[in-house]
T-cell receptor
Framework: DAGVIQSPRHEVTEMGQEVTLRCKPI?????LFWYRQTMMRGLELLIY????????DSGMPEDRFSAKMPNASFSTLKIQPSEPRDSAVYFC????????????????FGSGTRLTVV | LAKTTQPISMDSYEGQEVNITCSHN???????ITWYQQFPSQGPRFIIQ???TKVTNEVASLFIPADRKSSTLSLPRVSLSDTAVYYC??????????????FGTGTLLAVQP
């Protein structure tokens, strides 16, 4: 398995522009999570989906942020309009539906998208 | 979700055993203790998970006392490549909201030659 795939790896955009981040979870995983990481705030959970349905978006900072999961193999996080304070690394992660008591694996994170808004 | 507390940073030398302790006084009956490792510019990576007593895999050992209010991640004979941030988190057994992993500040382990 190729793991969780995120694109692009790096994104530089001007303030006010729309930004779309993409994620492909591991096949068969029921849950998908979007995190944001900055030096000041650490890793923050933004939103998560279960079976393509958004369950908890309480971590989404503002209405400028939106996330969708049109099918089990694809999710997007969109920022419109972008602002310099949105600059961060955005991670996507996925897990199967139930806890693996044998603890062979946990969440699988993607490599992240480093977003810079100038 | 129960909160975890761990040291902000630790220093070690190559070849030493490193023990990172995490406190989780309000752990729920159905919570499992998980540890993740994060290198710069990478996403967190799962290391180990346990419920009680001791768990060991090829990377680390996890010691959990009977009251489960703390846990200790043990890394044997660390090398420079083990320099990373280590996170202790709790994950619920029954899915749903208990699947949310809430990351704290983690412990920055710096291994020196």
């Amino acid at each position: 398995d190729a793991g969780v795939i995120q694109s692009p790896r790096h994104e530089v955009t001007e303030m006010g522009q729309e930004v779309t981040l993409r994620c492909k979870p591991i096949s068969g995983h029921d849950y998908l999570f979007w995190y944001r990481q900055t030096m000041m705030r650490g890793l923050e959970l933004l939103i998560y989906f279960n079976n393509n349905v958004p369950i908890d978006d309480s971590g989404m900072p503002e209405d400028r942020f939106s996330a969708k999961m049109p099918n089990a193999s694809f999710s997007t996080l969109k920022i419109q309009p972008s602002e310099p304070r949105d600059s961060a690394v955005y991670f996507c992660a996925s897990i199967p539906g139930w806890l693996d008591r044998e603890a062979l694996s946990g969440y699988t994170f993607g490599s992240g998208t480093r977003l810079t808004v100038v | 979700l129960a909160k975890t507390t761990q040291p902000i940073s630790m220093d070690s030398y190559e070849g030493q055993e490193v023990n990172i302790t995490c406190s989780h006084n309000n752990i729920a009956t159905n919570d499992y203790i998980t540890w993740y490792q994060q290198f710069p510019s990478q996403g967190p990576r799962f290391i180990i998970q346990g419920y009680k007593t001791k768990v060991t895999n090829e990377v680390a050992s996890l010691f959990i006392p009977a009251d489960r209010k703390s846990s200790t991640l043990s890394l044997p004979r660390v090398s420079l490549s083990d320099t990373a941030v280590y996170y202790c988190l709790l994950r619920g057994e029954y899915g749903g909201a208990t699947n949310k992993l809430i990351f704290g500040t983690g412990t920055l382990l710096a291994v020196q030659p």
